[in-house]
């Protein structure tokens, strides 16, 4: 059987917000729409299932973020994600200039957790809190190919 990632889904309190977010940090907006119906309310497992939704790509054409804002049901306010907790973690993105993505990461009001680590002189590594509470990782490669 042939595998492949299509999307990583995610949840969000404010779609224009969190598109504004991730573009600015260079993904593209590739389609839009608003669903609902039986179909996704069979696909998510939602009765009346209604959302906003967004998906994103990112410059390399290979990864894609699908973001959805739901009109019903009413979204759940959890805690935000914390590093050590069980299920879907984090949206990690490799950049060429990490402190770069932290100054567009600042303009939308989000600061790494704790500062940036340099793991092996490898990579410089910072987690993010995101919009929505999203936890964003950013890697820069020290080594250059």
Known sequence: ????????GIAVRD????????????????GRDTVSGE?????VGL??????IAMLQTPDGYGQLELFE?????????IPT???DIGMHRVAFSVDD????????AKHGCHPLRGVATYED???????RGPSGILVMFAEKLIKD
Do not use: C, S
């Open 122 to 128: 490898a990579y410089k590594l910072t987690y993010v």
């Open 70 to 78: 739901y009109i019903h049901p009413k979204a759940i306010e959890t």
């Open 15 to 30: 779609l224009e917000a969190t598109i504004a977010f991730f573009t600015d940090l260079g993904l593209t907006v590739v």
């Open 98 to 105: 990490i402190d770069q993505a932290l100054e567009i990461a």
């Open 47 to 52: 009765d009346g299932n209604h959302a906003k």
């Open 39 to 43: 179909w996704t309310d069979t696909a």
């Open 1 to 8: 059987m042939a595998i492949k990632l299509e999307n990583v």
């Open 82 to 84: 914390r590093p050590n």
